[in-house]
């Protein structure tokens, strides 16, 4: 009896040499990796709320009126001709946004679309800075603060007072935005065997949190209760972040050892299994550690950064071709999106198809890019893309399916981009 209990336990010892090695013997896939993923992809649909919300915000109405008189209606173009106060017709579909409410019109019919680029601008400052904050101070609190501030920031564009404010609100959101999207997907593939991680990038609800907000911006048409009313589902922070443990990897990583033990064993009872022995996991920091020790200062963890990216020849080159394949998708993906209330048919039905799109294109980049691989699908699928948007005879289906195209290839970027930082860092 004791011979099999040793026999036992020097396997387990053998077994575990690294942590996939441990997040294998845990149970690989299974229900404490369901839930995860769950709770920290469920975001993707607020998220989804914020990055379109100005579609719907920025609308601009058909037709105004010129002063006191009610009895003729001037188009977007002619009422700049006005000379005296203007107003938005009762024709115009009860549209209520920033434009017909600050008359963002004639010489400041450029401030909507400018309040749009400061969103992306906060969207790019955000991502640099969030992945950098998870790396300092681990992935739960940076998700947690992420959240809070692209609620925060949804929250207060609903009581912006005047343009300016409105424009502040839209950056804070879209740095809560991006960092929040960033790190969750880092976030949740920590937690996954290395069979299982490309579902972090490819399962989340974006493209259903898109058409729900369009369904709910063609009933709720006021643009202050409807940002007020896409706040709300942030209260699930209440409700998720208890449930979410810090990353073991990273605990490993910067030698937080029992702390991480605490979590492997939480992550074991919930998938029914027995926690890694805590001596076999110092021997697996205590590995790492060599790998990761900074020359200068043996007692601290190498910290990786931005630039690292460029100074090993084997990833200059590939990382300058990524930012500027993902620049290009990016414009086009978003570009398309934010144009979507300039086009003629109704946005709410544009944007649902949009979101559609999306529901269909980030799954589909999963199961076809691992049957073709990553280089062939990105430069299969930029090629068709390209000839739709240059080439596809009607408007809607031109929009519709570039989309589509394009969601792929972002989510296939992803995959690919996450392949690389996980090989970087481990």
Same mark, same amino acid.
């Given at each position: 009896?004791?011979?099999?209990?040793?026999?036992?336990?020097?396997?387990?010892?053998?077994?575990?040499?690294?942590?996939?090695?441990?997040?294998?013997?845990? +149970?690989?896939?299974?229900?404490?990796? /369901?839930?995860?993923?769950?709770?920290?992809?469920?975001?993707?649909?607020?998220?989804?709320?914020?990055?379109?919300?100005?579609?719907?915000?920025?609308?601009?109405?058909?037709?105004?009126?010129?002063?006191?008189?009610?009895?003729?209606?001037?188009?977007?173009?002619?009422?700049?001709?006005?000379?005296?106060?203007?107003?938005?017709?009762?024709?115009?579909?009860?549209?209520?946004?920033?434009?017909?409410? @600050?008359?963002?019109?004639?010489?400041? +019919?450029?401030?909507?679309?400018?309040?749009?680029?400061?969103?992306?601008?906060?969207?790019?400052?955000?991502?640099?800075?969030?992945?950098?904050?998870?790396? @300092?101070?681990?992935?739960?609190?940076?998700?947690?603060?992420?959240?809070?501030?692209?609620?925060? $920031?949804?929250?207060?564009?609903?009581?912006?007072?005047?343009?300016?404010?409105?424009?502040?609100?839209?950056?804070?959101? $879209?740095?809560?935005?991006?960092?929040?999207?960033?790190?969750?997907?880092?976030?949740?593939?920590?937690?996954?065997?290395?069979?299982?991680?490309?579902?972090?990038?490819?399962?989340?609800?974006?493209?259903?949190?898109?058409?729900?907000?369009?369904?709910?911006?063609?009933?709720?048409?006021?643009?202050?209760? /409807?940002?007020?009313?896409?706040?709300?589902?942030?209260?699930?922070?209440?409700?998720?972040?208890?449930?979410?443990?810090?990353?073991?990897?990273?605990?490993?990583?910067?030698?937080?050892?029992?702390?991480?033990?605490?979590?492997?064993?939480?992550?074991?009872?919930?998938?029914?299994?027995?926690? =890694?022995?805590?001596?076999?996991?110092?021997?697996?920091?205590?590995?790492?550690?060599?790998?990761?020790?900074?020359?200068?200062?043996?007692?601290?963890?190498?910290?990786?950064?931005?630039?690292?990216?460029?100074?090993?020849?084997?990833?200059?080159?590939?990382?300058?071709?990524?930012?500027?394949?993902?620049?290009?998708?990016?414009?086009?993906?978003?570009?398309?999106?934010?144009?979507?209330?300039?086009?003629? +048919?109704?946005?709410? =039905?544009?944007?649902?198809?949009?979101?559609?799109?999306?529901?269909?294109?980030?799954?589909?980049?999963?199961?076809?890019?691992?049957?073709?691989?990553?280089?062939?699908?990105?430069?299969?699928?930029?090629?068709? $893309?390209?000839?739709?948007?240059?080439?596809?005879?009607?408007?809607?289906?031109? =929009?519709?399916? $570039?989309?589509?195209?394009?969601?792929?290839?972002?989510?296939?970027?992803?995959?690919?981009?996450?392949?690389? =930082?996980? @090989?970087?860092?481990?």
């Amino acid at each position: 009896m004791t011979t099999k209990t040793i026999t036992i336990t020097s396997v387990q010892h053998k077994v575990a040499k690294n942590f996939e090695d441990i997040l294998d013997q845990l +149970g690989g896939f299974g229900l404490f990796q /369901l839930m995860i993923l769950i709770c920290l992809l469920i975001f993707e649909i607020p998220a989804a709320f914020v990055s379109f919300l100005p579609v719907f915000t920025g609308t601009h109405p058909g037709t105004w009126y010129c002063g006191n008189a009610t009895d003729v209606e001037y188009s977007f173009t002619e009422i700049c001709s006005c000379n005296e106060t203007i107003t938005v017709s009762s024709s115009s579909n009860n549209i209520e946004s920033i434009v017909s409410e @600050w008359n963002l019109v004639c010489e400041f +019919g450029w401030v909507s679309d400018f309040i749009t680029s400061m969103q992306m601008v906060g969207m790019l400052m955000g991502n640099l800075i969030a992945c950098k904050l998870s790396d @300092w101070y681990g992935r739960r609190y940076t998700f947690l603060g992420t959240a809070i501030l692209m609620g925060l $920031g949804q929250g207060l564009t609903a009581l912006a007072f005047n343009p300016y404010a409105y424009a502040v609100t839209r950056f804070i959101s $879209g740095m809560g935005l991006s960092g929040n999207v960033g790190v969750a997907a880092a976030y949740a593939i920590e937690f996954q065997p290395t069979r299982w991680r490309q579902l972090c990038g490819s399962v989340g609800p974006w493209g259903e949190g898109v058409m729900i907000l369009a369904l709910m911006a063609y009933f709720i048409r006021p643009w202050r209760i /409807l940002t007020g009313l896409t706040t709300l589902p942030f209260l699930l922070l209440f409700i998720v972040f208890p449930l979410i443990p810090e990353s073991p990897r990273w605990l490993i990583r910067n030698r937080k050892v029992s702390e991480a033990h605490k979590v492997l064993g939480y992550i074991a009872k919930i998938n029914g299994k027995q926690n =890694v022995d805590l001596d076999t996991l110092q021997q697996i920091s205590d590995k790492e550690a060599a790998l990761d020790m900074n020359e200068n200062n043996p007692s601290t963890v190498k910290q990786f950064g931005y630039i690292d990216f460029f100074r090993d020849e084997n990833l200059r080159y590939g990382t300058i071709l990524q930012i500027i394949i993902m620049a290009a998708t990016s414009i086009t993906y978003y570009g398309i999106s934010f144009n979507v209330k300039n086009m003629d +048919g109704s946005p709410y =039905v544009i944007v649902g198809l949009l979101g559609l799109s999306d529901s269909i294109g980030y799954p589909s980049a999963l199961l076809i890019c691992n049957k073709l691989g990553r280089r062939t699908s990105l430069a299969l699928y930029m090629t068709i $893309g390209a000839l739709f948007l240059e080439n596809f005879v009607s408007l809607v289906g031109e =929009v519709v399916l $570039g989309h589509l195209l394009e969601s792929y290839i972002l989510q296939l970027f992803e995959v690919w981009v996450l392949d690389l =930082v996980v @090989w970087v860092h481990l």
